[in-house]
């Protein structure tokens, strides 16, 4: 079993659970059960605030009792209204929060709320591997996976990026800055999608 990996306080988890799950149907998604009858967005906010327990969450505003339960969990709860339909306007809205209540913040790790089944040692690895690098990612068996840690220097490019892609420009602009982590966590690379993915 690993040792617990030590968790700078500075750093500051974003849940993002703000987006519109096209894909599932017209339900949230967040809040359908897992097969333990846990809700999606739950499990995930569960793991990510066990690891991180300064965090906020990004959700849809239209969910009052999924919001209740997330800030009963600890989380700084922001509303993405419908003009931050994408994912980089949801994200972006978290760095800004981020900034704004954690003024002192010196790093961040970007977690999604469809992917429940990431572990919190997972979680702390990788927020601890922001000693050494300035980008942190999860691999497994060479695939990058969730979530992803950035040191506090990157946001400013964190709030340039737009549309469907999430970070993903940033991380293709820093490929010799990111350290990839190795683990034995599958969970870094299953999201839920549809409702198909939950067997």
Same mark, same amino acid.
């Given at each position: @079993? %690993? &040792? ?7 750093? !500051? ?31 995930? &906010?569960?793991?990510?605030?066990? &690891?991180?327990?300064?965090?906020? #969450?990004?959700?849809?505003?239209? *969910? ?17 209204? @419908? /003009?931050?339909?994408?994912?980089? *306007? ?7 929060s981020a /900034? ?13 709320? *469809? @992917?429940?089944?990431? /572990? !919190? ?6 927020? &601890? =591997?922001?000693?050494? #690098?300035?980008?942190? /990612?999860?691999?497994?068996? =060479? ?9 506090? +220097? %990157?946001i400013p490019?964190?709030l340039t ?6 970070? +993903? ?15 034995? *966590? ?12 939950? =067997?």
């Open positions: @079993m %690993l &040792a617990a990996s030590p968790v700078p306080s500075s750093t !500051v988890g974003i849940l993002l659970a703000g987006g519109f799950s096209r894909r599932f149907g017209p339900q949230n998604k967040l809040t359908q059960r897992l097969t333990d009858g846990e809700m999606i967005g739950i499990r995930s &906010a569960r793991t990510l605030i066990a &690891a991180l327990p300064v965090a906020i #969450a990004v959700v849809r505003e239209n *969910d009052p009792d999924f919001t209740a339960s997330l800030a009963a969990l600890g989380y700084h709860v922001v509303l993405c209204h @419908m /003009q931050h339909a994408l994912m980089a *306007d949801s994200l972006k809205l978290g760095i800004q /900034q704004a209540v954690f003024p002192h913040l010196t790093g961040l790790v970007i977690a999604l709320a *469809d @992917m429940p089944y990431i /572990q !919190v040692e997972t979680i702390r690895q990788v927020t &601890a =591997g922001l000693a050494q #690098a300035s980008i942190v /990612q999860p691999v497994m068996q =060479g695939q990058p996976g969730h979530p992803v840690a950035f040191a506090s +220097r %990157l490019e964190l990026i737009e549309g469907e892609q999430g970070a +993903r420009e940033v991380l293709r602009a820093h490929q010799a800055d990111i350290l990839r982590l190795e683990c034995q *966590d599958p969970g870094i690379l299953k999201d839920i999608d549809t409702p198909a993915d939950l =067997g």
